[in-house]
């Protein structure tokens, strides 16, 4: 914009407010010393922009992990709730089986409870105790949760895969035993000693089982680790 010299406080005011950005120097040009206000480099859009707002930091790897769909994710804890049910349920009836064995007041009662467990309950409390780690390991990966992110899903998943070893491991090989001594209940005096420990297995998965529920209605304790709360924060 062109204005007289005269004029040049009224030129300033003009040049501060009709543009998009303030003056900085002005310029003599010509005989009718006329002036004309040119725009600051500086105060371009690009330079405004460089200047106040901070660069932009790439998204954390996090933001595009994979994740279970709303449908998928509610079927899957669905399955992991049912499991998880079913198993102490399985636990609650070992525990009645072997009591029954014990304090029995018939040896037919007696006999029947001990073959029962050895050939119909082990093999589904297995069965649940691997479709409940399964689902808890989807939705670990599938959700915002995660597998070693949070305390309280760390240490149920480290329970889940302990009980399930154990009962590979320890309660599976002995049922042929447990069934054995059933039978020989009928016909003689067996040794106890077959049956002496199956108190520990329902007690010990019952215990574990009602904490992890405790653990995943309260989820206490916070993130596993500090550095993953800081990224997944950014």
């Known amino acids: 914009m062109i204005v007289p010299i005269g004029s040049a406080g009224e030129a300033t005011r003009r040049t501060g407010t009709s543009g998009p950005h303030p003056a900085r120097s002005v310029a003599v040009h010509g005989a009718g010393d006329q002036r004309r206000c040119e725009p600051d480099p500086s105060d371009a859009p690009g330079a405004a922009v460089t200047s106040q707002t901070p660069e932009r930091r790439s998204a ?17 804890l669905v399955l992991h709730v049912i499991s998880a ?3 102490i349920g399985i636990d609650v009836i070992v525990a009645v089986l072997v009591l029954t064995g014990w304090f029995g007041a018939e040896v037919n009662v007696r006999s029947l409870a ?18 409940c780690l399964a689902t808890g390991v989807v939705l670990g990966v599938g959700t915002a949760w995660g597998l070693v992110r949070y305390w309280w899903v760390a240490v149920k998943l480290a329970l889940n895969l302990a009980l399930c070893i154990l009962i590979v491991v320890l ?7 447990v069934g054995a001594y059933g039978e020989h209940l009928l016909t003689g005096t067996p040794s106890s000693t077959q049956v002496g420990r199956l108190f520990f297995p329902p007690a010990v998965s019952l215990s574990v089982l009602t904490f992890a529920t405790v653990l995943a209605v309260c989820k206490p304790w916070g993130r596993l680790r500090r550095s993953t709360a800081r990224r997944d924060d950014r």
């Not at 001990?114 to 479709?131: D, N, Q």
């Not at 309660?171 to 035993?177: F, I, N, R, S, W």
């Open 114 to 131: 001990y073959r029962a467990l050895a050939e119909f309950v082990v093999r589904p409390m297995l069965g649940s105790g691997l479709a």
């Open 60 to 76: 954390p790897a996090a933001a595009s992990r994979w994740r279970l769909p709303r449908s998928w994710r509610r079927a899957t």
């Open 171 to 177: 309660l599976v090989p002995g049922m042929d035993a």
């Open 85 to 87: 049910g079913a198993w």
